[in-house]
């Protein structure tokens, strides 16, 4: 008696996208285009056009997107983030954190369905073309039992996704170096930069991989996010979920059922549809990404046959027990405070964050010189961040708090560079030498304040303190 091996993709599965031999099951999800696929469908676009159109927009003459690494730069909405904004990244990554867990506590995994970009890219852009190319659902899995990868209509797939692949990384690459050097690259020999040249080879080959071999595994195998749901969401939030209370038992058909038998006729529309591979039915599980398609298979089921529609719903397990509905909960409640005191932070730090970061230093030599003629010298360092993306030419003063026994001649205010002119969006440095006699310094300290201030109406303050000789000290001695 001889036996002969099932096709590969065939065998009886053990995983959603594994079968009992070790081979790799492909998933072929036939389309449901219901209410939900079409909302959906405009939400995917929309973040498709944005993320296309970003990199080109911008906003008061800055990027609307650019993360700039060799300057150390973030730019988002016109607003420059430096590498001093420490405070800004705090509150920004933890209002992103605390919101994704709102969302999650409130909606489920409504971010995996709606807009993570593995499943707007995977489920409205390459596998809408790789039906086109295969001759839809059922020729798809038809080519797949031949085991035909290889076939002129499933060439032309491939070659297709790269070109989305190739496309798809430059846009990447501009939101790191703007469209203009993007540009310019691209007229240029790959030997001139070299860098961004292998940026785009790899990533070109990470996104072809992604979308035409491995898929939906990213979901299942590398992103954690689907294991994180068990501890992010409780019974009262809202899932993609089946009414086991309304549908079971199962009957198969339509027609001539039991009277007993729930409203599930057993069609298995749901999986299907599931671009996961799995059964809803089975309850919550790690693989479902919320993506609302087995709810669209199943109320067109369900209206074919003269059922309610909503066998499958958004709805939360509390809800589908018949347990009551608790809008306010330990996460609804502490996430949202968090989240107000971050973003309110982060609003705040903004507001009051002026148009330019300066940093006062005292001078590398030491702590004061005494010069030739008995003078103490003091070397300031001004250090200045131009936040504008205009330059600016930045006015420095020094207010010694004078005292009726110092006189004009007294004081000397030595700035080689003043005004200071900086760039936009750079840094630069200059030093202040302030000469005073030995009688300004009591117990060897003088305190002034050090003004600084451009012609657009930035103006900052700051308290420093002068060092001298004090009883019996003779400091430094320049010639």
Same mark, same amino acid.
């Given at each position: ?16 996208? *594994? ?39 911008? *906003? ?32 920004? *990554? ?5 919101? #994704? ?14 807009? %993570? ?27 797949? !039992? ?17 070109? *989305? ?51 939906? &595994? $990213?979901?299942?195998?590398? %992103? ?16 993609? /979920? ?13 027609? +001539? ?9 057993? %069609? ?10 799995? =059964?809803?039915?089975?309850?919550? &599980? ?6 609302? +398609? ?22 939360? +397990? ?22 107000? #005191? ?5 609003? /705040? $730090?903004?507001?009051? !964050?002026?148009? /330019? ?15 030739? =003629? ?26 010694? +708090? ?9 004081? $000397? ?65 320049? &010639?």
């Amino acid at each position: 008696m001889s036996t002969t091996a099932a096709p590969p993709g065939l065998g009886r599965r053990v995983l959603p996208t *594994l079968n009992e031999d070790g081979t790799r099951r492909w998933i072929r999800p036939k389309p449901s285009h219901g209410k939900w696929w079409r909302r959906r469908q405009v939400v995917a676009y929309f973040l498709m056009a944005i993320f296309f159109a970003a990199p080109h927009l911008r *906003l008061f003459g800055k990027p609307v997107f650019l993360m700039d690494l060799p300057r150390r730069e973030f730019t988002l909405m016109g607003y420059t983030f430096l590498p001093t904004d420490t405070l800004l990244f705090m509150f920004s *990554l933890g209002s992103l954190v605390i919101g #994704i867990f709102l969302v999650t506590a409130l909606w489920g995994r409504a971010w995996c369905g709606w807009a %993570c970009p593995q499943t707007v890219y995977l489920e409205y852009l390459f596998r809408p073309i790789g039906r086109w190319f295969d001759g839809g659902y059922t020729q798809s899995r038809a080519l797949d !039992k031949q085991g035909a990868w290889f076939t002129p209509r499933r060439l032309g797939k491939y070659i297709t996704f790269f070109l *989305l692949a190739l496309f798809v990384s430059h846009t990447m690459l501009a939101f790191f170096v703007g469209t203009p050097q993007l540009y310019e690259w691209m007229l240029s020999s790959p030997a001139e930069h070299p860098s961004a040249f292998f940026f785009v080879v790899l990533f070109t080959g990470i996104v072809w991989f992604n979308f035409t071999y491995f898929r939906e &595994q $990213t979901c299942l195998i590398v %992103c954690p996010y689907g294991r994180w749901q068990s501890a992010l969401i409780d019974r009262q939030s809202k899932i993609v /979920a089946y009414d086991y209370v309304r549908g079971e038992p199962r009957a198969l058909g339509a027609k +001539q059922r039991d009277a007993n038998a729930g409203d599930c006729i057993d %069609c298995k529309a749901c999986v299907q549809t599931c671009p996961t591979g799995i =059964d809803i039915r089975n309850g919550l &599980q790690m693989e479902c990404v919320h993506c609302t +398609q087995c709810i669209d298979a199943c109320d067109e089921i369900m209206t074919k046959i003269g059922k309610p529609t909503g066998l499958i719903r958004y709805s939360s +397990q509390d809800e589908i027990a018949g347990k009551p509905r608790h809008l306010l909960r330990v996460r609804t409640i502490l996430y949202p405070l968090v989240l107000a #005191i971050l973003l309110g932070g982060l609003g /705040a $730090t903004m507001y009051y !964050k002026q148009a /330019a970061d300066l940093t006062v230093l005292r001078g590398l030599d030491g702590p004061f010189a005494m010069e030739a =003629d008995g003078r103490v010298s003091n070397q300031i360092r001004v250090k200045l961040t131009n936040r504008r993306s205009a330059d600016m030419a930045y006015g420095i003063v020094l207010d010694l +708090q004078g005292e009726p026994d110092l006189t004009a001649n007294d004081i $000397t205010v030595v700035a080689p560079e003043n005004p200071l002119r900086v760039r936009g969006g750079e840094t630069r440095a200059t030093s202040v030498f302030v000469l005073l006699p030995t009688r300004a310094f009591t117990n060897g300290e003088r305190f002034i304040t050090i003004t600084v201030s451009d012609e657009r109406g930035y103006r900052e303050s700051v308290r420093y303190r002068l060092l001298g000789p004090a009883t019996g000290t003779t400091g430094s001695t320049r &010639q």
